[in-house]
């Protein structure tokens, strides 16, 4: 399976407890959301994957904000089964690719996507989204680049989440709105999330 396809949202996280990591992740598949992306954002990041992965094996958890050839390596040792990059040089790309890992590389212009479908990419994060030029962008590049789906992420909330989700080049949206709030409070909006689709 794709991993646009796992859910209409993915949660992108902030972990700066690793202790959080397992409770998040559990509320989250409770809810119906059976992927998470935890970014590379703390020095918690690696460890929040690894008891995820550890512990909540029934969902699909990835390493978001990978901007280095050394932050895929170890985010692959930590165990995520799927890395996120914001933007795409050779170098974070060959490493990701030396992973085995299913990557979704970053794209924000219409010729980093193109050279990124020449890379055999046909999966793309378009980040910053919003800042990038939203859903008109990404209806207007939909003719030319009909080949390409696409995970927007960057500015994203519930409210405009269906608009992308719409679009036929989309596959599914990242978003933090789901994990900004505590705990408790997570399934809850998870289920939301994913009755999206």
């Known amino acids: ?19 959080t990591a397992v409770p998040i992740a559990e509320a989250l598949l409770s ?47 930590a165990g995520a089964r799927f890395l996120v990059t914001p933007g795409s040089t050779d170098r974070v790309l060959d490493a990701a690719a030396a992973t085995g890992l299913p990557t979704l590389p970053g794209a ?40 390409l789906r696409f995970c927007p992420t960057g500015g994203i909330s519930a409210a405009t989440a269906p608009t992308y989700l719409a679009l036929p080049n989309v596959g599914c949206v990242g978003g933090s709105w789901l994990t900004a709030c505590g705990v408790a409070e997570v399934e809850a909006l998870a289920k939301e999330a994913a009755a999206l689709r």
Not at 1 to 19: F, G, N, T, W, Y
Not at 44 to 57: D, K, M
């Open 108 to 147: 924000a212009t219409v010729s980093e996507a193109m050279r990124l479908a020449e890379r055999g990419f046909t999966e793309l994060k378009f980040f910053p989204a919003e800042a990038a030029g939203g859903v008109p962008y990404l209806k207007s590049i939909a003719g030319p680049l009909p080949d």
């Open 31 to 77: 809810g119906g959301v059976g992927i998470i992306e935890v970014t590379l954002r703390t020095q918690a990041a690696l460890g929040a994957i690894e008891r995820i992965a550890a512990e909540v094996p029934g969902i699909v958890v990835g390493a978001g904000t990978v901007t280095s050839p050394e932050l895929a390596a170890a985010a692959a040792r």
């Open 1 to 19: 399976m794709s991993l646009l396809d796992i859910s209409p949202v993915v949660p992108v996280v902030v972990i700066d407890d690793r202790a």
